[in-house]
């Protein structure tokens, strides 16, 4: 059992450029988020997924799209990256069977020059 | 809409002392609360949560946390503090069918 599966771990990317932060669970979840990390901001809601084909935005959705075309699977992609982007990116899924409690990836650590 | 207050940025005990990490939510609806810990350069890992039932919830590592409705609080404790307890702890809130809201963390340092 992997739980959420998050790929690559690092990635540096040149502005402009765009990319697709993987991520995966196998725990048939049906709730899945994408958060970023900053220095003294917490985690901050990207995007999330109530179900296959359901997203909605969250607090700082812009320069960020998602979809969710299986159960399974949450993408998340950087359209044009910005230095403003450099961030810790989380990738979390939770099932109303599991009380809501969220399990994470490990992250990926993102730097935009 | 929900959201978190977490009380200090950064707390620092001594070894063997109580550990107070302090959370105030608010929410319209029952809410789900939980607490996360985040070792430096690792991902998230659940202390515990509360659901429903016993307000006094239990979690990993000796610590627990109480939801008291009246004062809109979850605040984390630890009788005594360990050297490997240092690290930022994450209090948030969710309805069920919404999104995890966070509140900013507090960082835990523990004094030799």
């Known amino acids: 059992n992997a739980g959420v599966t998050q790929t690559p771990k690092f990635q540096v990317l040149k502005t402009g450029q765009s990319m697709t932060l993987q991520c995966a669970q196998d725990m048939n979840h049906e709730y899945m988020s994408w958060y970023r990390q900053d220095p003294g901001m917490g985690l901050r809601l990207i995007h999330y997924?109530?179900?296959?084909?359901?997203?909605d935005q969250g607090e700082v959705p812009n320069g960020y799209n998602v979809s969710r075309s299986t159960t399974e699977d949450f993408p998340l992609r950087l359209l044009s990256a910005a230095p403003s982007q450099t961030s810790v990116y989380f990738c979390a899924s939770s099932s109303r069977v599991a009380n809501y409690g969220y399990t994470f990836g490990s992250g990926t650590r993102l730097t935009v020059v | 809409a929900q959201s978190v207050t977490q009380l200090g940025s950064h707390v620092s005990v001594s070894e063997g002392a109580l550990v107070l990490l302090r959370c105030n939510y608010s929410?319209?609806?029952?809410?789900?609360l939980f607490w996360y810990v985040q070792y430096p350069n690792q991902g998230l890992q659940l202390l515990l949560k509360y659901t429903t039932g016993a307000t006094l919830v239990k979690g990993i590592n000796g610590f627990e946390a109480e939801f008291k409705k009246s004062e809109t609080s979850f605040h984390l404790t630890k009788p005594s503090a360990h050297m490997s307890d240092a690290a930022e702890y994450f209090c948030?809130?969710?309805?069920?069918?919404?999104?995890?809201?966070f509140g900013k963390g507090t960082r835990l340092s523990v004094i030799a």
């Open positions: 948030a809130v969710t309805s069920g069918n919404t999104p995890l809201v």
């Open positions: 997924s109530v179900g296959a084909g359901i997203t």
């Open positions: 929410s319209s609806v029952p809410p789900y």
